[in-house]
């Protein structure tokens, strides 16, 4: 009888420690512990609500906010956790700017469903004031935290970071915009002030993994991806970078087929991707968070916006 109990306890034990087994197995990369996290977004649309004219030219019929809105839509209906983020120059490029100062831009943004977005050079085209006025329309928030808004029109309009949760994974938002001085005039800018982004961008990751536990963190730039000289760039950031997960990048206009992936200076892996302009492409990158919300990119596509067609 002795023996027989002994046997059923072990039995019991050992059968405990394969469920666990099983369980923390699941959690680390089965299907029952992985949650997906789908990113979109856009950078350098330049006020292009329409698509490119059928004219012959190599983007006839590209772009325009309704294919990508239909996009967006379908995309959505396949996943559960979505944000939808743009790298700035909403603004300049068309008539619509020219005429409308940028409303009818934001209310499009609205209407497909930003989360938030960052400033580019051009969103100070026609001054601060306005862009601020156009804020309203947008419905999502403004992230950057190198510029010091202080004095300004919108002192009160933006803010330095943003958190999400999607799905049980914290995801934290900031941005960064280029040095303004020799890009922008200066009555445009104002009392604008800017700050190193590559220092502020750090100090806002640290305290959003440290004091708000996120998951991931993710920096909208309008930096650039690359230059020939030693300017500061989305490459440059990314190596310098800590905590950062991922740049999504604009004012270069860069087509990349395939986000590049660096090591921050903790040796950690930094992706980074950009869409070239216009609204031509949407990029998409999937991650996967598995036990401990370890993350992985699984899968990146950068989708066509339209189709070229032949009338």
Not at 20 to 32: C, N, Q, Y
Not at 238 to 248: P, Q
Not at 278 to 297: Q, T
Request: include cysteine.
């Amino acid at each position: 009888m002795q023996n027989r109990r002994k046997f059923i306890g072990q039995t019991a034990l050992a059968t405990a420690a394969l469920l666990a087994s099983r369980t923390a197995l699941a959690g680390i990369g089965g299907e029952e512990g992985v949650k997906k996290l789908t990113i979109l977004h856009t950078n350098d649309v330049h006020s292009r609500l329409e698509p490119f004219p059928m004219d012959g030219g190599r983007n006839q019929g590209l772009g325009g906010v309704a294919a990508r809105a239909e996009l967006i839509k379908k995309i959505r209906s396949e996943e559960a956790n979505v944000l939808l983020l743009d790298a700035g120059d909403i603004f300049q490029g068309t008539p619509f700017f020219n005429i409308y100062k940028g409303e009818p831009e934001m209310k499009a943004m609205a209407a497909m469903g930003y989360d938030a977005a960052t400033m580019g050079n051009h969103d100070f085209d026609a001054g601060l004031e306005n862009f601020a006025t156009q804020l309203k329309h947008g419905n999502f928030p403004l992230v950057i935290c190198n510029y010091d808004f202080t004095g300004t029109p919108m002192e009160f309009k933006y803010q330095p970071y943003k958190v999400f949760k999607k799905g049980g994974i914290k995801i934290g938002i900031t941005g960064v915009g280029i040095e303004m001085s020799g890009l922008i005039p200066d009555n445009l800018f104002g009392k604008t002030k800017y700050l190193d982004p590559i220092q502020k961008a750090n100090e806002t990751a640290a305290m959003l993994k440290n004091e708000d536990g996120c998951d991931m963190i993710i920096c909208l730039s309008h930096l650039g991806y690359k230059y020939k000289d030693n300017k500061v760039s989305d490459e440059v950031f990314a190596r310098e970078s800590e905590n950062i997960d991922l740049i999504i990048g604009g004012h270069t206009h860069t087509f990349m087929d395939e986000p590049a992936v660096y090591k921050n200076k903790t040796g950690s892996d930094v992706v980074v991707n950009q869409v070239g302009w216009a609204g031509i492409m949407l990029g998409r990158l999937d991650f996967e968070f598995a036990g401990y919300k370890r993350k992985n990119l699984a899968k990146s596509h950068t989708v066509v916006v339209g189709k070229k067609t032949m009338e």
